[in-house]
């Protein structure tokens, strides 16, 4: 049988790619609505708090990448820089997170689909279709990926573009009299929801293997995406509040459409219902993308069934496409789409902390093998501890339910390991073969070009 491996197919401008098609989606999209009840026309700080709180995470993120370029995200990067326990309940902490914000978008995208159309259908009739087109996309291999999502993202700026600019023209500043009705716990809540939208900026670090010259691409993408979608978001809350009042935002399933539907043009209605559609297709696409990318991973080291680390012969993992398509759908059926959201939010926060977490055990272990790098980051740990703090913080103004539910997942993902490790211990499990190195192939410190460039070739 033929074996098929990864290839590093994916630049630069690729990388923000992908992270911009992940995190402009439902986020602007849909969630703005809900989060704007909860914070008012002070959403915009809400926005720039979400912005601020991802930025710290996704510098531990950064520094984790210019070590380490296998495929795996959180599962990959907190195992080989803290333990292989913290990668298994990371990484599934990150794909359960992840599936259901799959099931919630495409659910979303159906509300879009019906502003469109003036219809009325049930979203999971939409819902369901759209989940199995992009995982078969995701099956012929991550340049058609990549080069469809460029086409998204670029149809999402655009029209956000449209958006602004036609709002302007209509704007009203008397939307703004009440900036903040609920005070300091409606913008950390609304905070706390609209970071479902930013949760996307570390989805390259899921293709460490595919991506060119990683240890530079991969920090680079994950901080100049952030940058990109807060200021963008900002920009469209606040045209959205000057349309319409922030309950008038906070009531609508498509809040961007109900916002430029007070122009009474039938053209821009069209063009924003159909950015509502790229904008939340490109996050399936990404998602279905990023885990079956992590499954992959746990997959190739046999922390779940092997098959699921094998590759095909267009380079994708298919078997983990297939698994993360099954599980979308699944919670597409038993998932309300509220509880979607927070239950999603509180899962990839807890995965975030571990990486903050892990970021500092890697740099206590990097510093003792290279003071150079010790002298350059020398108060590095500070980065990943405020993360850490900012993210429980968040964590607290969510909802309850949500927060009951990831706890949850958490102790049976982490009671899953335990009893693997135990059962393995005393030999009920048979162990792997393969050795699986601790730390990548990246070295731990300083550049491995000349490897990747072999790899390339």
Known sequence: MASYGLKRILG????????????????????????????????????????????????SFSEIAQHISKEGGVYEYAKESFAPSAGFVGGTMWTFSNMIAISAVSLSMGSYINALFHLHVNLIVFGIPVIIMFAILNMLGIKNSAKTLSILVGVNVIILIIFVVSGLFYFKYADFSNFAPHGFTGVMEGSA?????????????????????????????????????????????????????????????????????????????????????????????????????????????????????????????????????????????????????????????????????????????????????????????????????TIFITISYLGLPAIEISLSVLALVSGVYALKYIMGSNGYIKRVEKKIPRVSLVRVFGKSRKRIKDEED
């Open 12 to 59: 630069l401008r690729s990388a923000v790619i992908i992270n911009l098609g992940a995190i402009i989606g439902a986020g602007i999209f849909v969630i703005i609505g809900i989060a704007a009840g909860m914070a008012g026309p002070a959403i915009i700080i809400s926005i720039f708090v979400s912005a601020v709180i991802a930025i710290f995470t996704g510098l």
């Open 193 to 389: 929801l609209i970071f479902f939208a930013f949760t996307g900026f570390s989805r390259i670090t899921t293709v460490g293997d595919e991506v060119k010259n990683p240890e530079k691409n991969i920090p680079k993408a994950i901080i100049i995406s952030i940058i990109i979608s807060s200021a963008l978001y900002a920009v469209v809350a606040v045209v959205a509040i000057g349309l319409i009042p922030a309950s008038g935002l906070a009531s609508a399933s498509a809040p961007l459409s109900a916002a430029i539907g007070v122009l009474h043009n039938p053209y821009l209605l069209i063009i924003i219902a159909i950015g509502g559609i790229t904008a939340t297709a490109g996050v399936v696409l990404t998602g279905i993308l990023g885990t079956s990318r992590v499954l992959y991973a746990m997959g190739r080291d046999n922390e779940i069934p092997g098959t699921f680390g094998k590759i095909d012969k267009f380079g994708t993992p298919v078997y983990s496409i297939l698994l993360s398509m099954a599980i979308s759908l699944l919670f597409v059926y038993f998932v309300g789409f509220s509880t979607i959201i927070e239950a999603s939010n509180v899962s990839v926060l807890i995965a975030y902390s571990i990486i903050d977490f892990s970021a500092i055990m890697l740099w206590r272990r990097v510093k003792n093998d290279n003071p150079k790098h010790l002298r350059e980051q020398k108060y590095f740990f500070i980065i990943p501890l405020i993360g850490m703090a």
